[in-house]
């Protein structure tokens, strides 16, 4: 009897079987014969088909998922609309479906007969406009030559790091930088270099008046020590860094940071330093999209590390996290369904009970949320949101999240009450729980707005002046960070406001303006959160989404983003096409 092949050796073949099954399309009578002949791999076909099935890479078709994907072909098709179709995230060709319903013609008939597919399967199945031919971005010989120069950089350093123990692994927990012996802090750092980048964008979109130099100086001072960390996870988010800027700071931070880092590298780390080289590369090369190179990074360094790591180790899960939400920002939900399906799979396959595996989950369920939406089918996404809330133990932070998501779908419903009173709740416990400071600003940013266009100007005003102090507090702490001054209570872009400030803010936050007694209805809410209790009992009913912080504006300036870089929170049309899922490293 064949011995069973342990989950990790699985999850390192991962990649090599994922592209010769799917990519290659391979039978899998092919894939084993080349995965035993050319990399000693052997298991059973039993075994494979497990696999495949638990990676989302099964090609054949199941006639429920054939009638979901006819049922939406109807229904675009009376809006003439191009549609492509998608299962567990895989493009689908429609002329497989074709021979499929040519071989089984009684699926016309539950078709016309106004049969249904299982709740799963429908959920599983997302059509979408076709996205339009990339741009060629990368057409000069001097562009394609500076991008290849910087794949071959960083693939030298990864390498080099590993191999030489500058690097040191956990398999399946985490990575680190050897050189450090007091712990490492740059990811705490770099957090909060985000978050100071996406504070500035988002008061410049709400013509918030902020002293942007206070705000955004200690950040340059923090890259020093990130810079000399030499840790693993920078290199995980410089791809970050790049699209990020590129997405929100294009004309501004951009090319600041670039040149800062170009000239930072070798003081710091020596002019020969690979660090150096790769900063100095990215400086000298002008692109007009940091996209494509951002998706041909990522292709390189999420294969390599997670075979490397592990797909629970935490650098696998930044890595993925940013890639993730890169692609929401770019393509939109649909495009992220299936891999962060295939790779939260993986990652609970370990067996490892990470905290980050948890935002992972909450990361799936707002995808999945957001692809509800962008059907048109809010009450599902609402559903997906609440149904997470209600199925998991949450922290705080995450609560708040869904809350805030939440928000924003009965904005989008055209509830507006619904919707002040569940940015209402975020606010609530976002800024008594030290959530992350992006996910406190935008409930309250967005809470202000809706006051404010309900009329009632007393209380929005009220918050706008918190949040100005909340600014303000920000840069202080951030500069104290630089500094290298840090409490137990502070790091990361959390709350930088104490208890005795948030007592104050109850006495009229938790107060509505209409009573002169303080509203505890929220509290009662809170706690129905159980045995199939909505988990927001006013009304209604989940989705999240990963960092766009300050990306795009719902109606009226309402935003979505909360604490990712492309904030993992849905928001379509009306804000922004993120979903939300607390910064792995902001627990």
Not at 129 to 156: C, H, M, W
């Given at each position: 009897?064949?011995?069973?092949?342990?989950?990790?050796?699985?999850?390192?073949?991962?990649?090599?079987?994922?592209?010769?099954?799917?990519?290659?399309?391979?039978?899998?009578?092919?894939?084993?014969?080349?995965?035993?002949?050319?990399?000693?791999?052997?298991?059973?076909?039993?075994?494979?088909?497990?696999?495949?099935?638990?990676?989302?890479?099964?090609?054949?078709?199941?006639?429920?998922?054939?009638?979901?994907?006819?049922?939406?072909?109807?229904?675009?098709?009376?809006?003439?609309?191009?549609?492509?179709?998608?299962?567990?995230?895989?493009?689908?060709?429609?002329?497989?479906?074709?021979?499929?319903?040519?071989?089984?013609?009684?699926?016309?008939?539950?078709?016309?007969?106004?049969?249904?597919?299982?709740?799963?399967?429908?959920?599983?199945?997302?059509?979408?406009?076709?996205?339009?031919?990339?741009?060629?971005?990368?057409n000069s010989p001097a562009d394609l030559y500076g991008v290849e120069k910087i794949l071959g950089l960083f693939r030298d350093y990864v390498d080099g790091s590993f191999s030489s123990g500058a690097w040191f692994c956990e398999y399946n927990v985490d990575c680190g930088s050897s050189l450090l012996n007091n712990g490492d802090r740059s990811n705490e750092l770099f957090e909060r270099v985000i978050a100071s980048f996406a504070l500035v964008n988002r008061c410049m979109v709400r013509g918030d008046q902020i002293d942007i130099n206070s705000v955004l100086g200690p950040s340059f001072e923090s890259l020093k020590?990130?810079?000399?960390?030499?840790?693993?996870?920078?290199?995980?988010?410089?791809?970050?860094?790049?699209?990020?800027?590129?997405?929100?700071?294009?004309?501004?931070?951009?090319?600041?940071?670039?040149?800062?880092?170009?000239?930072?590298?070798?003081?710091?780390?020596?002019?020969?330093?690979?660090?150096?080289?790769?900063?100095?590369?990215?400086?000298?090369?002008?692109?007009?999209?940091?996209?494509?190179?951002?998706?041909?990074?990522?292709?390189?360094?999420?294969?390599?590390?997670?075979?490397?790591?592990?797909?629970?180790?935490?650098?696998?899960?930044?890595?993925?996290?940013?890639?993730?939400?890169?692609?929401?920002?770019?393509?939109?939900?649909?495009?992220?369904?299936?891999?962060?399906?295939?790779?939260?799979?993986?990652?609970?396959?370990?067996?490892?009970?990470?905290?980050?595996?948890?935002?992972?989950?909450?990361?799936?369920?707002?995808?999945?949320?957001?692809?509800?939406?962008?059907?048109?089918?809010?009450?599902?996404?609402?559903?997906?949101?609440?149904?997470?809330?209600?199925?998991?133990?949450?922290?705080?932070?995450?609560?708040?999240?869904?809350?805030?998501?939440?928000?924003?779908?009965?904005?989008?419903?055209?509830?507006?009450?619904?919707?002040?009173?569940?940015?209402?709740?975020?606010?609530?416990?976002?800024?008594?729980?030290?959530?992350?400071?992006?996910?406190?600003?935008?409930?309250?940013?967005?809470?202000?707005?809706?006051?404010?266009?309900?009329?009632?100007?007393?209380?929005?005003?009220?918050?706008?002046?918190?949040?100005?102090?909340?600014?303000?507090?920000?840069?202080?702490?951030?500069?104290?960070?630089?500094?290298?001054?840090?409490?137990?209570?502070?790091?990361?872009?959390?709350?930088?406001?104490?208890?005795?400030?948030?007592?104050?803010?109850?006495?009229?936050?938790?107060?509505?303006?209409?009573?002169?007694?303080?509203?505890?209805?929220?509290?009662?809410?809170?706690?129905?959160?159980?045995?199939?209790?909505?988990?927001?009992?006013?009304?209604?009913?989940?989705?999240?989404?990963?960092?766009?912080?300050?990306?795009?504006?719902?109606?009226?300036?309402?935003?979505?983003?909360?604490?990712?870089?492309?904030?993992?929170?849905?928001?379509?049309?009306?804000g922004t096409d993120f979903t939300y899922s607390p910064r792995p490293g902001i627990q």
């Amino acid at each position: 009897m064949r011995k069973r092949v342990p989950i990790e050796v699985w999850e390192s073949k991962r990649p090599l079987i994922t592209r010769l099954y799917q990519e290659e399309k391979k039978s899998l009578r092919e894939v084993m014969e080349i995965m035993e002949r050319d990399h000693h791999f052997v298991a059973t076909v039993k075994m494979y088909k497990s696999r495949i099935w638990k990676w989302g890479l099964d090609k054949k078709l199941k006639g429920d998922e054939v009638l979901a994907i006819l049922i939406l072909k109807r229904d675009r098709d009376a809006l003439k609309r191009p549609t492509e179709f998608r299962i567990r995230g895989q493009l689908i060709d429609f002329e497989n479906i074709k021979r499929y319903v040519k071989r089984n013609p009684a699926l016309v008939a539950k078709l016309r007969d106004g049969h249904k597919p299982n709740v799963q399967t429908a959920r599983e199945v997302t059509c979408r406009t076709p996205s339009p031919a990339p741009s060629q971005v990368l057409n000069s010989p001097a562009d394609l030559y500076g991008v290849e120069k910087i794949l071959g950089l960083f693939r030298d350093y990864v390498d080099g790091s590993f191999s030489s123990g500058a690097w040191f692994c956990e398999y399946n927990v985490d990575c680190g930088s050897s050189l450090l012996n007091n712990g490492d802090r740059s990811n705490e750092l770099f957090e909060r270099v985000i978050a100071s980048f996406a504070l500035v964008n988002r008061c410049m979109v709400r013509g918030d008046q902020i002293d942007i130099n206070s705000v955004l100086g200690p950040s340059f001072e923090s890259l020093k020590e990130i810079v000399a960390a030499e840790s693993p996870d920078f290199v995980a988010r410089t791809v970050c860094l790049l699209w990020y800027l590129d997405r929100h700071h294009k004309h501004d931070l951009l090319r600041l940071v670039l040149d800062y880092l170009a000239g930072l590298m070798p003081i710091v780390l020596g002019q020969h330093h690979v660090l150096a080289q790769i900063w100095r590369s990215l400086s000298a090369t002008n692109l007009s999209d940091y996209y494509e190179l951002s998706m041909r990074l990522y292709a390189l360094l999420l294969p390599d590390i997670e075979e490397r790591t592990g797909p629970a180790n935490f650098l696998t899960h930044l890595l993925y996290s940013d890639y993730l939400d890169c692609v929401f920002s770019r393509r939109g939900p649909e495009d992220c369904a299936g891999m962060i399906t295939t790779h939260l799979a993986r990652a609970a396959a370990s067996g490892k009970r990470h905290p980050w595996i948890g935002d992972l989950a909450l990361s799936h369920a707002g995808i999945l949320a957001a692809c509800e939406e962008r059907q048109g089918r809010l009450d599902e996404a609402v559903a997906i949101l609440t149904g997470h809330m209600n199925a998991y133990a949450l922290t705080d932070e995450q609560t708040a999240a869904i809350h805030l998501e939440l928000g924003v779908k009965y904005l989008h419903i055209g509830n507006t009450a619904a919707a002040i009173a569940s940015f209402e709740m975020a606010v609530k416990i976002a800024l008594t729980s030290n959530a992350d400071e992006r996910l406190s600003m935008t409930a309250l940013g967005n809470l202000e707005k809706l006051l404010a266009e309900t009329g009632k100007s007393n209380k929005a005003n009220k918050i706008h002046e918190y949040r100005m102090r909340r600014v303000a507090a920000f840069a202080e702490k951030s500069a104290s960070l630089a500094k290298g001054f840090e409490t137990e209570d502070d790091a990361n872009g959390e709350s930088d406001f104490g208890d005795t400030e948030r007592e104050e803010l109850a006495l009229w936050l938790w107060m509505d303006e209409d009573f002169e007694e303080p509203q505890l209805d929220w509290l009662i809410s809170a706690n129905c959160m159980h045995e199939n209790e909505g988990a927001f009992a006013p009304v209604y009913p989940n989705t999240v989404s990963w960092i766009g912080v300050a990306a795009h504006e719902a109606p009226g300036g309402v935003s979505n983003n909360s604490g990712r870089t492309e904030t993992q929170v849905d928001v379509a049309e009306i804000g922004t096409d993120f979903t939300y899922s607390p910064r792995p490293g902001i627990q």
